[in-house]
C-alpha cells in the first residue's frame, strides 16, 4: 500500500487550495480515505472521511461547509479541498488509508 501526495503549498490568507493523494497497492474504492492534519506544536486533528466507493463523507463538524473531499476512480486519487484559509489552517495536511499513510503536505497560509 502506497499513499502518495502532491507537493508543498503556499497560499494567501481567503484562497483555496487542494491537496491530492494517489493511492496504489490495494483496490481504492474498498477502503475509506481519511484526512488527518497537524498544526505546528498540535497534535493530530482528523478531519473526516470519504468512501471513494460512492463518494459518500463526512467531515468532523469544525471543518463542515469549508473543506470538500472527493476521490477520483479512475486514478486512484483522492483530494482534500480547503476554502477562505486563514493563517491558522497552516498544517502538514495527511491522507490514510487505516495504518498506511501518505508523506505529508505542507500548507502554508500567509500573507
Known amino acids: 500500500v502506497q499513499l502518495v501526495q502532491s507537493g508543498a503549498e503556499l497560499r494567501n490568507p481567503g484562497a483555496s487550495v487542494k491537496v491530492s493523494c494517489k493511492a496504489s497497492?490495494?483496490?481504492?474504492?474498498?477502503?475509506?480515505i481519511d484526512w488527518v492534519r497537524q498544526a505546528p506544536g498540535q497534535g493530530l486533528e482528523w478531519m473526516g472521511r470519504?468512501?471513494?466507493?460512492?463518494?459518500?463523507?463526512k467531515y468532523a463538524q469544525k471543518f463542515q461547509g469549508r473543506v470538500t473531499f472527493t476521490a477520483d476512480t479512475s486514478t486512484s486519487t483522492a483530494y482534500v479541498e480547503l476554502s477562505s484559509l486563514r493563517s491558522e489552517d497552516t498544517a502538514v495536511y495527511y491522507c490514510?488509508?487505516?495504518?498506511?499513510w501518505g508523506q505529508g503536505t505542507q500548507v502554508t497560509v500567509s500573507s
Open positions: 490514510a488509508k487505516g495504518d498506511a
Open positions: 470519504i468512501d471513494p466507493e460512492d463518494g459518500g463523507t
Open positions: 497497492g490495494y483496490t481504492f474504492i474498498n477502503y475509506y
